[in-house]
């Protein structure tokens, strides 16, 4: 009887010590991945912030050429964040992973937790976790929100040129508005207004028309479309097949601007812009304006490839921090080694990302230099995570 009990007692002692083990792996593990979310915010957030510090110039340029708004320019600044985010949260995840497991190395706390119980795939767990779901929101990015943010970025800056304000932002010089139509304006008067007003259009060969006007204002007609009212001038058309000029002499005219515009919603997407769907499918049209075919399956693997980047650099940055024994005065060597081998890789697949639009030989390289890198790192790191009796039958 008294044996019985004391089974009942140690059984009951096991369980309990095991309860807290249990509890304490998933507390430690949550400390993990909130150290590593928090390092992967930080790290991407950077990267994304120094990007569009070099991509604000070019597009405050584009922004004061055109006389826009500077919403428009946070517009653009906002799109084209989305267009690169699918190549640098990869990268945020392999600097999060070096930094984080450096820092617990360095801070005594993976030994500490070991000491605790906690295995070696238990400290991997974290980032295997995060690193899947960083893959699957890049997949949701190249797949569906980039093309989107590309679309958009693309008809915001042909919006943006084709505003009436191009009309009042250069004059003294021609302006091509369109393919076949110029606009010049001598110089700006009062209000706004635009003096030596000249439009030639020949947008149809056989009647080209020539609009002049001594001045000439940008006006909303209340209908939500602007209008240009041009006075004291003429209207001159020519008839190339039986040669006859005709000529209107006009004290106002009313100008559409909608026909000066050089925007066309007849405008064929390329490739970057494009569902993924499209690609797939793409229409003769499509083909003939955006051929060859190696352009859309170029693109099709790329946004395929691009998200298996996180785990080939997650796992580069476990290798270089997890794998051989811990040296006290730092691994300044391994991080070195790792960050190297996330620099070759990113911009191998870069090279290799533009090698697949012109030729379909290469598009297999996209995956190689994405899977095995990611397949080293594991192996590497395999010694630290297979039972010994395992490593010994595998050999590692």
């Known amino acids: 009887m008294l044996d019985c009990f004391y089974s009942l007692d140690r059984l009951e002692h096991l369980s309990s010590h095991s309860c807290i083990n249990s509890v304490m792996n998933r507390l430690l593990t949550l400390y993990l991945l909130r150290q590593l979310a928090t390092a992967f915010a930080f790290a991407t957030g950077a990267v994304t912030f120094v990007v569009l510090f070099t991509q604000s110039f070019r597009l405050l340029s584009l922004v004061i050429e055109n006389s826009s708004t500077m919403w428009i320019f946070f517009q653009l600044l906002g799109l084209s964040a989305f267009t690169f985010l699918p190549l640098i949260m990869p990268l945020g995840m392999g600097v999060a992973t070096v930094f984080v497991y450096n820092k617990l190395a360095t801070d005594s706390e993976l030994v500490v937790m070991r000491a605790a119980g906690m295995s070696p795939m238990r400290l991997l767990e974290p980032t295997l976790l995060l690193t899947g779901a960083v893959t699957l929101v890049c997949f949701a990015m190249t797949l569906w929100i980039t093309p989107a943010a590309n679309r958009n970025l693309v008809e915001l800056q042909s919006k943006m040129r084709d505003s009436y304000a191009i009309f009042l932002s250069h004059p003294g010089s021609f302006n091509d508005l369109a393919e076949g139509l110029t606009f010049y304006a001598n110089k700006r008067g009062a209000n706004n207004s635009l003096q030596g007003i000249l439009i030639h259009d020949v947008r149809k060969p056989d009647s080209p028309v020539t609009t002049m006007a001594a001045t000439g204002q940008v006006v909303d007609t209340g209908g939500g479309e602007p209008h240009m009212i041009i006075f004291n001038g003429r209207r001159q058309e020519l008839d190339r097949v039986t040669g006859k000029l005709s000529e209107l002499v006009f004290d106002q005219y009313v100008l559409d601007l909608d026909s000066l515009r050089s925007a066309s919603n007849s405008r064929i997407p390329e490739p970057r812009e494009m569902p993924f769907g499209t690609l797939f499918n793409p229409?003769?049209?499509?083909?003939?304006?955006?051929?060859?075919?190696?352009?859309?399956?170029?693109?099709?693997?790329?946004?395929?490839a691009t998200p298996l980047l996180s785990f080939a650099y997650a796992l580069i940055g476990l290798a270089s921090i997890m794998a051989g024994s811990f040296n006290r005065r730092g691994m300044g060597g391994r991080i070195l080694m790792g960050s190297l081998a996330i620099i070759i890789i990113q911009t191998g697949f870069m090279t290799l990302n533009g090698l697949a639009a012109r030729d379909t030989a290469y598009d297999f390289l996209l995956y190689l230099i994405a899977l095995v890198p990611a397949s080293v790192g594991f192996l590497v790191i395999g010694n630290e995570i297979l039972p010994p009796a395992l490593r010994r039958r595998l050999a590692l």
Not at 289 to 301: K, N, Q, V, Y
Request: aromatic share 4%.
């Open 283 to 304: 229409s003769p049209e499509i083909m003939r304006a955006r051929g060859p075919a190696s352009h859309f399956t170029g693109e099709i693997h790329s946004r395929l």
